[in-house]
């Protein structure tokens, strides 16, 4: 091992792992397809976890829509609700590789379970470990990385999804404070969640211009969460509309600057970007590997369906997808751009979504049982389309992105 390099034992909830750090070395910037020990050791933890504690309860929490509260709380214990927070406010330090490995491990077993815990640390927990003042981190951090508490992040509106340049939620100065008012969908968690990132207009004339971003504690006075949406994807996740009727936020509680609020928001969604393509393949690999495993047994025309050919075929291009995602995904993770985030989640959530179809297709009628791992794969792939920016939006951005760099927009 070099010099430079400490061996670290860290903690890690009730798992304890061997981790080696680069002392002074800032965070990789080149794509390596080789992962560093303390990327391998987070891997191995959370495929046991998803092994042990996901993977058998992952249908019956789908089919009854219930949140995976025992879950969460295991995961707070290893320390994966804080998972790139700094460890002086309780997080583990990892770096977002790391974090993308521990999603896509989890959405492997409970898709519902790791989107939970992606939109929790890339839009929210990393928001105010990266961007936030001291005093908001005590408030808005410490509780969020070992104490159970689980953080939102509100940007969508009614009549504002993939044009966030809209919103209406408006935002007014009175003394001290910010007044908030207005509407919020399908905000992930905010049923069960303690605080939220919430984005509004001072000027509306001022288009994206005029945006600011506010820490609100969910239970503060105004603030009134809506029923749960019931949805086809990820069911044992929550989302709804959070209405804000004259909320008094303290002006420190503003993350950033006034007009920083835009810029806020796209930092955190190149971000949670990266969540979301992991997610989306462990969707991938849960279908591939429940497709192999039931094409190893099922008997034919008196052989295993995967020595037909048709079945074979089927079997390669899910394993040429999931890999080109994953290995997309991870470039996205070490290396953070907006057309890196949008090329890896528009790959991983197609490659879910035709995974999941060749899934149910090798499963034949048994891939449309609820007795089955194949029909919640099927369903949860499609929501990693429309969740996190949609797929369209997202080929709009590489494009854009591509012919900046050659000078030719
Ligand atoms: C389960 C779930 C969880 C969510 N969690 C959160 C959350 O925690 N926080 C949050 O803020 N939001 C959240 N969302 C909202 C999500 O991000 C939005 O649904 C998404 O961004 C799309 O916005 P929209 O639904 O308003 O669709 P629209 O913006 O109305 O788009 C509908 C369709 O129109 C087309 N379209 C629109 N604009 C363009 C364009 N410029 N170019 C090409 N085609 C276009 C696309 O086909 C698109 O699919 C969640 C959504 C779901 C379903």
């Not at 005029?210 to 069911?235: I, Q, Y």
């Not at 992991?278 to 279908?287: D, T």
Request: a neutral charge.
């Amino acid at each position: 091992m070099a010099s430079s390099t400490a061996m670290k034992s860290c903690k890690v909830g009730l798992l304890s792992l061997q981790c080696s750090r680069a002392v002074g070395v800032s965070t990789i910037r080149s794509f390596t397809t080789q992962l560093t020990d303390e990327q391998a050791s987070i891997r191995a933890m959370v495929q046991k976890f998803t092994t042990e504690q996901l993977k058998p309860n992952a249908q019956k929490l789908d089919l009854e829509g219930r949140f995976p509260f025992c879950q969460i709380k295991q995961l707070t214990h290893l320390g994966l609700m804080g998972a790139t927070v700094d460890e002086d406010y309780g997080g583990l330090g990892l770096d977002y590789l790391s974090l993308a490995i521990a999603v896509e491990e989890l959405s492997r077993g409970c898709a519902s379970t790791g989107m939970i815990l992606s939109i929790h640390n890339f839009l929210y927990a990393n928001l105010v470990n990266e961007k936030g003042t001291p005093e908001q981190k005590d408030i808005f951090l410490r509780e969020f990385t070992r104490g159970g508490s689980i953080g939102c992040f509100a940007l969508s509106e009614p009549d504002a999804g993939s044009d966030v340049a809209s919103i209406r939620m408006t935002a007014t100065p009175d003394g001290d404070n910010w007044i908030l008012n207005g509407k919020k969908s399908w905000v992930t968690s905010a049923i069960e969640g303690s605080a939220t990132a919430v984005f509004a207009t001072f000027d509306p004339q001022l288009r994206h211009k005029g945006l600011a971003c506010f820490l609100v504690p969910l239970d503060a006075e105004g603030v009134f969460r809506g029923k749960k949406e019931p949805l086809m994807s990820v069911r044992a996740a929550t989302a709804c509309d959070l209405r804000l009727e004259q909320v008094r936020v303290p002006r420190e509680y503003m993350v950033g600057e006034l007009g920083e609020g835009f810029k806020i928001a796209m930092d955190q969604l190149d971000q949670g970007r990266i969540g979301i393509a992991a997610h989306a393949v462990g969707i991938a690999q849960a279908a591939l590997d429940t497709a192999i495993n039931y094409a190893k047994e099922r008997v034919a025309f008196g052989k295993c369906l995967s020595r037909l050919p048709s079945v074979k075929d089927r079997l390669t291009d899910m394993s040429i997808m999931v890999e080109s995602a994953r290995l997309l995904t991870y470039r996205a993770a070490t290396d953070v751009s907006t057309k890196n985030s949008a090329t890896a989640k528009y790959v991983a959530s197609r490659a879910a979504a035709a995974a999941a179809d060749h899934c149910v297709q090798i499963l034949g009628g048994r891939g449309l049982s609820i007795n089955y791992d194949a029909e919640r794969l099927y369903r949860d792939a499609r929501g990693t389309q429309i969740y996190g920016g949609v797929t369209d939006i997202q080929k709009r951005l590489i494009g854009h992105y591509l012919l900046k760099e050659h000078d030719a927009l």
